[in-house]
């Protein structure tokens, strides 16, 4: 087996673990809080946060344009790495919902709680 898949189920097996060890040893009141409150950090503060890597993508190229050729290809590298910063944190912004959802029942094995 190669090494990196050996890791990859090796980190699986043992967030799964954690997950079932949890829910068998402590109250979970404490986990779905932080959870929750990760969701709403998360949900708040990240689509935020792409729209400003989006800005200052725009920003990096267009002042790329400016310079010489080496120069705008190292600004046009920065830009398609903000580009992709944002377009993750807009997925995290997506996916924190249903992660919270998919993970906090099968913690307190109870139904799905509502983070205000």
């Known amino acids: 087996m190669k090494p990196k898949r050996s890791v990859l189920l ?15 040893s402590i109250s979970t009141g404490p986990i779905t809080a932080a959870l929750c409150s990760v969701r709403m950090i998360v949900v708040q503060v990240l689509p935020t946060l792409a729209l400003v890597l989006f800005f200052l993508a725009g920003l990096a190229y267009a002042a790329g344009q400016v310079f010489g050729a080496e120069t ?5 590298n920065w830009a398609m ?27 307190s094995g109870a139904s799905v709680p509502t983070c205000a």
């Open 81 to 107: 790495s903000l580009i992709v910063g944002g377009i993750v944190g807009i997925m995290l912004a997506v996916m924190a919902p249903i992660m919270v959802g998919a993970f906090v029942p099968a913690l």
């Open 72 to 76: 705008k290809a190292r600004a046009q």
């Open 10 to 24: 090796l980190s699986m097996l043992v967030s799964f673990s954690a997950v079932a060890f949890a829910s068998s």
